[in-house]
């Protein structure tokens, strides 16, 4: 069946520090992804988004590109802040229904 | 545009009592969609709702119900509660049609039940 799924975390990186965070998802059709950001105590805040093979999706330093031919949208990020640990989620999601991955919690130490 | 709202932020309740939450889609949006998030659990999804219609379901007990109004407003029951309910209620709105296919989350109900 349709699913997404992302790396454990969490992640623990330094500041400035490259991030990687993958996600791979199962899907008929031609589903849009997405990167939705939590922050705690918050509810989720839509981080990025791609509709269509080969989109770049991007927002704050972070992005994504949608790639079809090995049904991944990792998010990257080339140098990320104190500021930036939070949950991330990966989404796929059409006119019928939204799957979530599990969430990968990143910590940024200074 | 305003945003999701949810109400109320937090509610404290104890083990059996009854418990609505509401959720106040962005203008225009006409799906609505639950979500519960717990440490353990992760993001679960609930229901969804469009058209006053439930159109998808998780796999949550039958104390867990819904209902969406006309204006699109859509509220949350959970019965007899029990301790294992204790989490963040989140919903999640969505237009439907075109290529807007994104879901804007309301900022939660933090739900403990005691």
């Known amino acids: 069946g349709d699913s997404v799924t992302q790396m454990e975390g969490p992640v623990t990186l330094s500041e400035e520090a490259f991030l990687t965070i993958n996600c791979t998802y199962t899907?008929?059709?031609?589903?849009?992804l997405f990167w939705y950001v939590q922050y705690p105590g918050e509810g989720l805040q839509l981080l990025l988004k791609?509709?269509?093979?080969?989109d770049k999706g991007s927002n704050k330093g972070f992005e994504a590109t949608y790639r079809k031919e090995t049904t991944s949208f990792h998010l990257e990020k080339g140098s990320v802040q104190v500021s930036d640990s939070a949950v991330y989620f990966c989404?796929?999601?059409?006119?019928?229904?939204?799957?979530f991955g599990s969430g990968t919690k990143l910590n940024v130490k200074p | 545009k305003a945003g999701v709202t949810q109400t109320p932020r937090y509610l404290i309740k104890t083990r059996g009592q009854q418990v609505t939450l509401s959720c106040s889609p962005i203008?225009?949006?006409?799906?609505v969609s639950w979500y519960q998030q717990t440490p353990g659990q992760g993001l679960q999804f609930l229901f969804e709702?469009?058209?006053?219609?439930?159109?998808n379901k998780g796999n949550f007990p039958g104390r867990f119900s819904g209902r969406q109004f006309s204006n699109s407003r859509s509220e949350m029951n959970v019965s007899t509660l029990e301790l294992g309910d204790s989490a963040l209620y989140l919903c999640?709105?969505?237009?439907?049609?075109?290529?807007?296919?994104?879901?804007?989350f309301g900022p939660g109900t933090r739900l403990t039940v005691l």
């Open positions: 989404a796929r999601g059409n006119f019928n229904k939204f799957y």
């Open positions: 899907a008929t059709g031609y589903p849009s």
């Open positions: 791609a509709t269509k093979a080969d």
């Open positions: 203008s225009g949006h006409r799906s």
């Open positions: 709702y469009f058209s006053e219609t439930q159109r």
């Open positions: 999640a709105t969505q237009a439907l049609g075109g290529p807007e296919y994104t879901q804007y």
